[in-house]
């Protein structure tokens, strides 16, 4: 190693790094400052103090403008395994006690509706108190991010294609259905055919493009010829619900998702009814990651209940 390298890592505060990534996941100065509770004259001459030591300009700083430079993603990048190694420790330390102790961090979407997953859950918490859980609701491109960065025990999440880094299993299958809410001309209807919902509009799922996971969504939306883009757009579930309750527009969810809503009169289906789109939710893990005892346990379930139950079983009608 040049003299320089050697040097670099006893000479690097470390604590720059932890700010230099809130810095890039807050995309700001100001917004970081708020984040950590620092005044931004504190953030600046941190993030100044940083690439006065690596040498390389990071972040490009101009009136409303904020862009990372190429050398500030490799950092970013590197500091994102940094923080999810360190962020391991306390879990790995618990290693060796009588009990099983740990913390399992998992990254996912904001519409995992499973009850088998429910049921390992609530086993798992219920024979290992001493174990924490933290979850991070994110689109599945996030989710995706966090485990490969090794910020997440592991991601349930959808995919339009498996990352050759990580190992990814069907957790289970649902099938989409479109719906309308009760404030919908079409909700009191007694029947309702394909050709009245062509030209509504709609709300859709941020992923509903032809390169994401919900591509297939986006394909039943224009076999009902509903009207060209949409009304409203989230990443969440739960916000696209609202909407469609809300009368927005007419959008897809999952069948099985739906059915307490509908039982409760705040959902309808609508045409068509068959070969609807089959969408796969994945448990994704990283083979790289040091897996703590609680994690090592709580995948090793998982993976039994995949095992153990067929993936018709794992197929919500």
Not at 111 to 138: G, N, R
Not at 170 to 185: D, N, T, V
Not at 207 to 214: A, I, N, V
Not at 222 to 236: D, Y
Request: glycine fraction near 6%; aromatic fraction near 8%; charge should be neutral.
């Amino acid at each position: 190693m040049k003299p320089y390298e050697q040097r670099f890592p006893w000479n690097l505060d470390w604590n720059l790094l932890r700010t230099f990534m809130v810095v890039v996941e807050q995309r700001g100065i100001s917004r970081a400052a708020y984040f950590l509770g620092l005044k931004q004259p504190t953030i600046s001459a941190a993030l100044k103090r940083l690439e006065d030591t690596t040498g390389h300009a990071l972040i490009i700083r101009k009136p409303n403008e904020f862009s990372v430079t190429r050398a500030g993603s490799i950092l970013y990048q590197e500091c994102s395994q940094i923080f999810g190694a360190v962020s391991q420790l306390p879990s790995l330390l618990e290693s060796g006690a009588e009990e099983l102790r740990g913390h399992i961090a998992i990254a996912t979407t904001s519409h995992v509706i499973s009850d088998h997953y429910d049921d390992l859950m609530h086993d798992f918490a219920s024979a290992h108190p001493k174990v924490t859980f933290s979850t991070t609701v994110a689109e599945s491109e996030a989710v995706v991010s966090r485990v490969q960065q090794n910020r997440a025990s592991f991601g349930l999440c959808l995919l339009h294609k498996i990352p050759a880094d990580l190992k990814a299993s069907i957790l289970y299958r649902e099938y989409f259905g479109l719906f309308c809410g009760p404030r919908h001309p079409l909700f009191t209807q007694e029947r309702i055919t394909l050709a009245e919902i062509e030209g509504e509009t709609s709300v859709s799922f941020q992923t509903e493009t032809e390169e994401g996971p919900l591509y297939p969504v986006a394909q039943l939306r224009a076999r009902a010829k509903l009207a060209p883009g949409w009304r409203g757009v989230s990443s969440s579930l739960h916000e696209l619900r609202r909407m469609i309750v809300a009368g927005v527009g007419i959008g897809a969810l999952p069948l099985h998702a739906a059915k307490s809503d509908i039982k409760g009169g705040l959902l309808r289906q609508l045409p068509p009814y068959d070969e609807l789109p089959l969408v796969n939710i994945y448990l994704l893990t990283n083979p790289l990651r040091k897996l703590s005892d609680a994690e090592t346990v709580f995948l090793g379930a998982c993976q039994a209940a995949i095992k153990d139950n067929a993936l018709e079983l794992r197929t919500y009608q």
